[in-house]
């Protein structure tokens, strides 16, 4: 008889405390293998930092003063959950997991969800100003999403501490306008069935606090990003926040991935005319028709479609047309054409060098200009 591919949960704990043996009691690598090889990263660095399994943990709360200044610091992104936090808690209410918050140094700045108080396990970590980093707590999904920053999930006894070992987790990093690292959001169980699923639903919220960070910074113009044949206006969207003279404000991670310029957090001094290859009064322009949607082209010869919506905060007495300039009766394929016919004139007429400046072929930039030869 075949066997399960899919171990059983009984077989699974076993299979995570041999692994634990291996690596925890005997500094051997792990015979069998453990849902991710940043596990066994993290066991090391907590071995290698003096910790050992069989520590009790403290689940220390940081000074007072060091509390108020966190809460002050976090301020802006316990509100933005909170909308999130409120649906999410909904969607697990029957499953024994209660949810956290922390700042970027794992510091908890929010908790939600059905917790119960009187289960000590529950309360120690459930507190606002509870330190849960990876050098407080050792292995856990808080102290791997803010250090391998993306989605984990942790069962049991692959936290690295024994006394934390009825645990089970999913945690996501959350990112702000920046790009930057701005916290993690945590989903946890105590002795409850193990739930992997919960790693997407963790990443789609966080995406979704991301989102709500995003849009509450001050911007003139909000546009959707997603390639074409994908329906723009739901949360596989990039999002790009510019101010009335088409700088960038703030992006999401879709957006970073979709392009690019985006992908270094901070990104100061980006003009969106320096990601699509078209004017940016185009955006604004659009925002105001009936139907928004544009497809632009980028610089790297890709395409998106667009929807750009106008912040009615903001823009309120802005002419977003760049003196009352508009060009919301110029067809796109013109405007391509000619900042690609700039790009070689700015070249000199080498179309080889324009080319390599625009990141397309000679090929494309020939056939834009209709066959236009340019020595």
């Known amino acids: 008889m075949q066997q399960a591919l899919t171990p059983s949960p009984e077989q699974r704990l076993q299979l995570i405390d041999r692994a634990r043996h291996a690596v925890l009691d005997e500094s051997q690598s792990p015979a069998v ?3 991710a090889s940043w596990i066994e990263r993290s066991w ?3 071995l290698s930092s003096g910790l050992r399994p069989e520590q009790e943990v403290a689940f220390n709360v940081v000074p007072a003063q060091a509390v108020r200044h966190t809460e002050e610091a976090n301020h802006t992104l316990v509100q933005a959950a909170r909308p999130v936090l409120e649906k999410l808690g909904r969607a697990i209410i029957d499953t024994r997991y209660f949810i956290i918050l922390t700042n970027a140094q794992g510091v908890v700045v929010d908790v939600s969800g059905a917790i119960d108080r009187a289960d000590r396990r529950a309360d120690a970590i459930a507190r606002v100003g509870v330190d849960l980093s990876e050098r407080s707590v050792g292995t856990s999904a808080i102290g791997a999403a803010l250090g391998e920053l ?13 006394s934390t070992s009825f645990y089970s987790c999913a945690g996501a ?3 702000g306008p920046d790009g930057r690292c701005a916290g993690m959001l945590d ?4 002795d409850a069935v193990e739930r992997p699923e919960f790693k997407h639903l963790a990443a789609q919220s966080a995406c979704r606090i991301e989102n709500a960070l995003l849009l509450g910074q001050p911007h003139a113009l909000m546009v959707r990003l997603n390639w074409p044949g994908h329906t723009l206006g739901f ?3 990039g999002l790009v926040c510019l101010d009335a003279d088409g700088w960038v404000v703030g992006a999401n991670q879709i957006a970073r991935q979709m392009v690019s310029q985006l992908a270094t957090p901070g990104h100061a001094g980006v003009h969106i005319g320096d990601v699509f290859g078209i004017p940016y009064q185009l955006l604004f322009d659009a925002a105001k028709r009936q139907n928004p949607v544009i497809e632009v082209p980028l610089w790297s010869g890709l395409r998106l479609n667009a929807l750009p919506m106008a ?3 903001t823009t309120h007495g802005i002419d977003a047309g760049a003196g009352g300039r508009t060009t919301e009766n110029v067809p796109l394929k013109d405007l391509e054409t000619a900042l690609i016919r700039k790009a ?3 070249a000199r007429g080498n179309v080889a060098q324009a080319a390599h400046l625009l990141g397309i072929s000679r090929a494309t930039v020939y056939r834009k200009l209709n066959n236009k030869k340019h020595h």
């Open 173 to 175: 990093p959350l990112f």
């Open 33 to 35: 293998a453990l849902s």
């Open 150 to 162: 993306r989605p984990v999930w942790l069962h049991r006894g692959e936290h690295f501490f024994s």
């Open 187 to 190: 989903l946890t169980g105590i």
């Open 235 to 237: 949360d596989a969207d």
């Open 344 to 346: 070689v004139d700015d």
């Open 311 to 313: 912040n009615a905060e």
């Open 44 to 46: 090391r660095r907590c």
